[in-house]
């Protein structure tokens, strides 16, 4: 995973919780106490699960909770600030969310190495989409975290049904 993600993940903590708290999340998960994430850098993939589930269990919330902070940061806080063209180019959680395949493609050329998820779209009916997310890493939960995020900044409401752990069902109210 390109450590973009992960610095991102160390601005939450550090920012909610000071640095010492990182450090810790750092140190059980194997990295320095002191180790910095640069954009480009690219980190295993269960490196990245492994903080991920120490840092939620450091902080005392289920992993779940801590995919929710993230996907609102990552969103409303991170993404926004770095990538705003994006953001002012969509007009709704939707339209954004059925541009994210040319996003994500987008990302690769700026981040080498990057192997972002990709998704397919089917409407089901006026105000229902069916996304099915495809990746081999299988963080489907993070997905449906950032899409309430994105749903968040467009001030959209709707509703995020995970079907299973390829399928999830929006419907925009
Ligand atoms: C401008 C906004 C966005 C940018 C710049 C961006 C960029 C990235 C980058 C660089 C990665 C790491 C890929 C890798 O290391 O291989 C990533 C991963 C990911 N992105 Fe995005 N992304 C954006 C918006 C979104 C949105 C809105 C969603 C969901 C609605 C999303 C879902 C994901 C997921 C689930 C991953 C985890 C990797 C995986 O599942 O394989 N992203 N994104």
Redesign the pocket.
């Known amino acids: 995973?390109?450590?973009?993600?992960l610095k991102c993940v160390s601005k939450i903590v550090v920012e909610n919780h000071g640095s010492e708290i990182w450090s810790k999340c750092l140190e059980t998960s194997g990295f320095d106490t002191n180790h910095v994430f640069m954009?480009r850098d690219?980190?295993d993939?269960n490196d990245t699960v492994k903080l991920l589930v120490n840092t939620a269990k450091i902080l005392g919330i289920t992993i779940q909770q801590f995919f929710d902070i993230f996907?609102d940061y990552?969103?409303n806080s991170y993404?926004?600030n770095?990538?705003k063209s994006?953001?002012d180019e969509y007009s709704s959680?939707k339209e954004?969310?059925l541009n994210?395949n040319t996003?994500?493609k987008?990302?690769?050329e700026?981040?080498p190495?990057?192997?972002?998820?990709s998704?397919d779209f089917e409407s089901i009916s006026d105000n229902k989409l069916r996304v099915k997310?495809k990746?081999?890493?299988?963080?489907?939960d993070?997905?449906?975290?950032?899409?309430k995020?994105?749903a968040k900044y467009y001030n959209d409401k709707v509703e995020v049904k995970k079907i299973d752990n390829e399928f999830v069902e929006f419907t925009y109210l």
Do not use: C, Q
């Open positions: 995973m390109k450590g973009t993600i954009m690219d980190v993939d996907g990552w969103v993404s926004v770095l990538y994006y953001f959680s954004f969310l994210l996003i994500h987008e990302m690769t700026i981040f190495n990057a192997k972002p998820p998704f997310y990746s081999k890493r299988g963080l489907i993070i997905f449906i975290s950032i899409s995020g994105l």
